[in-house]
């Protein structure tokens, strides 16, 4: 058994003491908690270098794009994709700014051409799920343990990823675009849950406050600061520091 491995069934056991108030489910941010990676960041960048907005979509692109480069903006998606990323890993850009406008630049399709365009992205990342999560969802799945996932990702993304990795799950809470019959507009139909909307997902779900959490980024804190015990999958600094102070934190 790996240290990980070791570190989360440490985690899962603390959960099951989770007195009576805590919902035995297991609630978890998707990217870089259940996988490698960021799966709404592999599809934007395949589909802004491929051409693959269009419509209201590809209009909403252009204009986030000058929102964020400015003066740097292209107008060329193939290079202004990139740059965005490069300017949300710079710290230019907050989370939401950046998950708003992938989310919504996926509009302007049917519903069948959005779900096409999923697919290459989520088998990619279907691909990464680390494997001492999978051995923890596993036996947390045996004990009737639902899981509950909170992601900035579009939720239809994560899910068919999860699908694809043959991963069980309750609900995905993620964005969510506009659809009217068979055609998906550049508009969400809610906000994305983020920070303390991760919460606000979690409780129309039935799965607060949760008897374990696993997150790895800052904005994942006030959804992991409300679980009986939380576990930090490889954990950036921010979130580290913001959960120095609960009880039941595990750092792996």
Known sequence: MTALAASLDRALRVAEAAPEGYARAVASDADGTLWAGDVADTLFLDASTRGLFQGEGLAHFLAGARAVLGDGATGDPRRDGPAVLDAYARGAIDITTLCNLQTQSLGGRSLASLDALLEGA???????????????????????????VVSGSLGRLVARTLTLAAIPFASVSGGVLK???????????GPIPLHAHKIDALKAQGAWPPALGLGDGGWDAP??????????????????????????????
């Open 179 to 189: 659809v009217e019959g068979d055609w998906v507009h550049a508009a969400l139909a």
């Open 122 to 148: 989520a088998e990619t990342v279907a691909a990464r799920i680390h494997p001492e999560v999978r051995r923890l969802l596993a036996e947390t799945a045996a004990r009737g343990w639902p899981l509950h």
């Open 223 to 252: 959804f992991l600061h409300g679980a009986f015990a939380a576990a930090l999958i490889e954990p950036k600094p921010a979130l580290r520091d913001a959960m120095r102070e609960h009880p039941r934190c595990f750092t792996l």
